[in-house]
């Protein structure tokens, strides 16, 4: 077994990424993950807490990466194009990426206003709502933006859990993004 110095918070959270990413979220234990990097369990306790603190950290990189391809996916477009495009890319990563975007959802640890402020997280909201606001005309437009990323989530989660069925959604992602941004548009 390596030496537990050459292990560093970095090399931890890729294993566990990848650890969540193929084999989901109740095989991501400290033991597994101790494993699949070849060191004693008590290791990962020097560069992170608990396995809550770990998610955490997974949930913190998985709201980054989300508002990273969010960012790439609007740059250079028009507000309403731009607001489509951001919802095709925020369900291709849930898709794509279950486990991670299932992290984003988990309440995690208690955070003062300017960590909140400084987080991943905040900074995912922060974008949905500047696009949000581009087409409504309201740059806090907080409503719109909980409406949005609703029906995004709740859309996302149907489909993964196969609700949809084999005739899929038929086009009702289309009619509902449209009318969100038809009624966003009202207040312009």
Not at 112 to 134: D, P, R
């Amino acid at each position: 077994m390596p030496y537990p110095a050459k292990l560093s918070p970095d090399a931890v959270l890729a294993a566990a990424r990848r650890l969540l990413e193929t084999s989901g979220p109740a095989a991501l234990t400290m033991r597994a993950l101790a494993e699949t990097l070849d060191v004693r369990p008590s290791s990962l306790y020097r560069h992170f807490e608990n396995r809550e603190t770990l998610l955490a950290e997974l949930g913190e990189q998985a709201a980054r990466t989300l508002d990273e391809t969010l960012q790439a996916a609007t740059r250079g477009k028009s507000p309403r194009p731009a607001l489509l495009a951001a919802a095709d890319a925020y369900l291709n990563y849930a898709r794509q990426h279950p486990h991670l975007y299932a992290l984003l959802l988990i309440p995690g640890p208690e955070r003062t206003a300017q960590e909140l402020a400084a987080s991943a997280g905040k900074q995912l909201w922060n974008t949905l709502l500047a696009l949000v606001g581009a087409v409504s005309g309201d740059p806090d437009d907080t409503a719109h933006t909980v409406a949005l990323w609703t029906f995004l989530h709740g859309f996302s989660e149907l489909e993964r859990c196969g609700i949809f069925g084999a005739s899929g959604p038929r086009g009702g992602l289309e009619a509902g993004l449209e009318a969100l941004l038809n009624h966003m548009t009202l207040r312009a």
